[in-house]
């Protein structure tokens, strides 16, 4: 069921809002407006109750696919129930009928400290044919570290013709808020998250570093020539978007050909945003958080050429990962955006109507547990990473 937008309008006026715009008429109309604006409200609350019972999800099983691992980071379907799965540690792992194998061998050393490790494995469109698999991981040590993005094949068990596609510059020596998630576009290029090193925030609105960044490239590592930025000088050419803090979660929506992410804010603020080529999404320059000691951040929350997030979450939820829902295992998620989260231990649906969202649901919070990866398998079943080592499985 679709809302009217002049009602949907209403819900966004405040009670001091309405109390202000009733005041000023006469008595009589006070009345009738009084009457007007309860009724409205009404009709819409009964129209989102109606359209959720419509959309609810529901009538779903939720089982462990495997227990055991550490510190579980990314997940990708590999096969009919097989998958490849990394640990924070440096360990890439396969998992075949719910058997953990030991680890894959040649993974490349990673800077394990922190935040940092081995982090999003991704494989490529067309992996069938070319085996393609891509990994973000931390690399360095404490005084010197960056992102890193590398390609490989996985024959038996054993990782071969590495190639280093991409290093996040300038190094930081910070290990913390690398981003590192991964999306391929319809053209196979992909999108690269880079987060904006914590104690660099500075450095997202930097169009010469790399720092808070959406960075583009082909799937081969080199630079797109359509990228924004190619013919800036003093600019970084892989640079596709900018301002941003933490972007732990992205996410290419095929049908609607659009992109969105999530990140994480300070102590309020985090977000979903749609990325644009070129666009700019504020951070440290706005934002609906503050720091963690309560202090300001900035004094903006809005500012001109800056973009507005698609959905806020203040509290903090701490966004993890990213889908789009597309399949025919449950239909009344088609063309939603699912959310894991770290600190309030659920998958936030936001559901969409084109580019708006119509509502958003809490959702699995019976898992009881940080949602660090999900994705979608290939029967259209939700597949979750705990950060307790669990690889968990919703389906009807």
Known sequence: MKINHQLTFLMKITKNAIYRLVSKLEPKARTKAAVFFIAAQFIVHQAIADELKESAFSNYKVSEISTGL????AIAQIGENEFLVTEKSGQLRRIKHGIISAPVNNVPMVFDRSQGGLM?????????????????YAVGYRKKNALRLMRAKLVGETLVE???????????DTPVHYGARLTFLSDHSLLLTSGDGFD????????????GKVIRLNDDGSIPKDNPFVAQDGTKPEIWSLGH???????????????FANEHGPKGGDEINQIE?????GWPIITQGVDYSGALITPFKSYQGMQQPLVDWTPSIAPSSLVVYYGDMFPELNGDLLSTTLKSRELRRVKLDNKNVRFQQSLLTEVDARLRDIMIDSKGALILLTDDGRVIRVAR
């Open 70 to 73: 550490v510190s579980p980071w």
């Open 120 to 136: 999003d494995l991704v494989l490529h469109p067309n992996y069938q044919q070319n085996q393609w698999l891509y990994l973000t």
């Open 162 to 172: 590495q190639q280093v596609l991409f290093t996040v510059s300038p190094w930081k």
């Open 200 to 211: 660099y925030r500075e450095s997202a609105q930097k169009k010469d570093s790399l720092l």
């Open 245 to 259: 803090r933490n972007a732990q979660g992205i996410a290419y929506d095929h049908k609607r050909d659009l992109v």
């Open 277 to 281: 080529k070129a666009y700019n999404y």
